[in-house]
């Protein structure tokens, strides 16, 4: 980060310190640098450029109001350059600069504004390419971690190798598919996926004791999905973690399409077997072998549920899945197969004894 203490710390540079300003001045990021010579510069300089000045202005304008002019405009600080005709930085001007807290640097007659400009952008060059590296390196961590089955939650732990952020993914079914450094209960998680649902989309997200949430939409097979939670609001972020946040979310775009996938050959599978049994004998003998695919021992005993719908009402949306999810939560195998108005398990009777 280009500060003007950096700046200060290059010899080649040939600065002074004259005033150090308000606490924290000197460590604070400098966008960029602005010559300018007219004696109120405020309506051209941008909020934390580092003002770059003559003092030409000296003959028509006295320093406190060129002064004042720069704190207006919310300069990062003003840098008096010597010449041969002026040999010294007026008093005046360094009691203006003491008397408001803006920081004043002198630099010396034979160096020139313009390598004050390079040394700033040799800086920014610098995090450019430090922000290229760390993304490609980020980029093949992450794809890594997809392509060695690591799930969400792998994604989130390289994402935290860098930015120690709380994390977590929520589906629009209110699943917490991953998280790192953050807990989600089952309202919060429900309160993230109505948020991902409505139109617009929100930037964030409001979860109670958590407080807000950053949402990147993670995009898979045909809509939005899920997302990537960071609890903490969007302004708490810097611009490399925003950066990387949507980087992940875009990974996790491939490992949500991969779940919906599989679970869709799951449910492909499920089906078939059902209409195998209900087809009659000619296919009684390949059903053992589909039932062993789901883990379900076809020499058990085995129990059927079924959840049945009111005539004329379709299957709510993510009801095979939650019910998928309650059986493994259970540490239960099951075939579940979804139907247009009913949802059907089968899955090992284990009587209480």
Not at 103 to 121: D, H, K, N, Q
Not at 128 to 151: K, T
Not at 220 to 245: F, I, K, M, S
Not at 298 to 308: G, I, N, R, S
Request: hydrophobic share 50%; net charge negative.
């Amino acid at each position: 980060m280009l500060t003007l203490r950096a700046l200060l710390a290059d010899p080649a540079l040939e600065l002074r310190l004259l005033v150090p300003g308000s606490e924290g001045a000197l460590d604070a990021e400098v966008v960029w640098v602005h010559n300018t010579e007219l004696a109120d510069p405020s309506r051209y300089v941008r909020e934390r450029e580092l003002v770059l000045t003559n003092g030409l202005w000296l003959d028509t304008a006295e320093p406190a109001g060129f002064v004042a002019g720069v704190r207006k405009a919310g300069a990062a600080g003003i840098v008096f350059g010597l010449r041969a005709e002026r040999t010294s930085t007026p008093d005046e001007l360094v009691e203006a600069c003491r008397a408001t807290g803006l920081p004043l640097l002198e630099i010396s007659v034979e160096v020139p504004f313009t390598a004050i400009t390079r040394a700033a952008a040799a800086t920014y060059a610098a995090e450019r390419q430090d922000a290229l590296v760390g993304l490609v390196r980020r980029g093949n961590a992450l794809a890594a971690a997809i392509s060695h089955g690591a799930g969400a939650s792998g994604v989130l732990a390289v994402l935290r190798r860098d930015h120690d952020l709380p994390l977590a993914v929520v589906d629009r079914m209110g699943r917490v598919l991953g998280a790192a450094g953050a807990q989600l209960d089952a309202e919060q998680a429900a309160t993230a996926a109505q948020a991902l649902a409505r139109r617009p989309r929100p930037l964030e997200v409001e979860l109670g004791p958590a407080g807000r949430a950053t949402i990147y939409p993670v995009g898979a097979v045909g809509d939005v999905d899920a997302a990537l939670l960071c609890l903490r609001p969007v302004t708490a972020l810097d611009r490399a973690e925003r950066d990387a946040l949507e980087q992940a979310a875009r990974f996790l775009s491939l490992e949500v399409a991969r779940q919906q996938t599989v679970q869709a050959i799951e449910q492909r599978f499920a089906s078939e077997l059902l209409d195998m049994v209900l087809s009659g004998a000619h296919r009684a003998a390949e059903v053992p072998g589909r039932l062993r695919a789901f883990g379900v021992d076809p020499d058990a005993p085995l129990a059927v549920c079924a959840v049945a719908f009111r005539s004329g009402d379709p299957t709510l949306p993510g009801m095979v899945e939650a019910i998928t999810d309650f059986f493994l939560a259970e540490s239960l195998p099951a075939l579940v197969a979804g139907g247009s108005r009913d949802v059907v398990a089968v899955l090992p009777w284990r009587r209480q004894q």
